[in-house]
């Protein structure tokens, strides 16, 4: 626990003098990665312990990003950022306590179809009241104060992670992952527990889309509650390893590099790469990137030497076999 703090704290550093040595390109490059890694840590705060799949992440990130539109000029920045992670917990507590009685595929298509259900309840509502679709920013931070804000996001998502291995509540969580009928059994409140956490995961999502929008100068729930996000909050958690802490920052990092430099000039290609290392990690890397050990490598070629061994002698091959 003592190595994992000061790995936060060396981080946190090196990414605090970005933006006094970076270019303006480092800068949104850090700043992606910043919210990459703040929403997948997050998300596996949650479903990396109970292994809940959750494609809700998208519909927080929106909630909190049209928060912050609406009342950016009313309210103080900060009030803006928790008013975002509010509203976001609120409507995880009452989607939580609709769905959360499910499990696997059920949960995880429901959760998108109540995604899907507000973005279109907003984009209704918009045209009903204001007569059009979308919002214009007219008022935003300065670039630097976007950057802490989501930095200190990032950092209070890692520091919730690695309290919460050590708590009752994240055992509980654990518990749940293992055996909920066991861990209901051994008198965890197995409906409060999942409550809390869905609305703690769903805090931080709203918090880093209120921090988020004013990258744009105009939002719509096209943009802001686009699927993508979330499926990229859940890529980046699973290929890094949703179980582990630092593996979802690892994949941020990754993804964060693909993203600038084939998602602009080849669309396809960047589709086609994460799916690729979702299926090898699927495959070869079940734990994550995380899980990637000098043992790791070793079974890896004694893998290969054995599969090259069979495909020169296919007769050893079917002897073995019959």
Known sequence: M????????????????????????VVSLALSCLMYAALASSWSLF??????????????????AYT???MLEQLPWAAVIALGAAMAAGVALVMGAAVLHLRGTYFAVLTFGMTELIRHAISYWEKQVSGTVGRVLTVVPERDTVY????????LALATAIVMRRSRFGLALAGIGADEQRAQTLGVNTRLVKTAGFALTAAFAGAVGAAMSVR??????????????GFQTVLIALIGGAATLWGP???ALVFSLLAETLRLQLPQLYMMTLGLLLILCVLYLPGGLASVRRETFGQWRDDIRGWWKDLRDPKKKSEATA
């Open 249 to 251: 920052v690892l994949a």
């Open 216 to 229: 744009w100068t105009y939002i719509d729930p096209v943009t802001v509650f686009n699927p993508f996000i």
């Open 47 to 64: 479903c990396g312990a109970t292994r809940y799949m959750s494609l809700a992440t998208a519909a927080f990130f929106g909630i909190g």
């Open 68 to 70: 912050s539109a609406l």
């Open 2 to 25: 003592q190595r994992d703090w000061l790995i936060l704290i060396a981080l946190a550093g090196w990414a605090l003098a970005v933006p006094h040595y970076g270019s303006d390109f």
């Open 148 to 155: 802490l804000t989501v930095l200190g996001l990032a950092v």
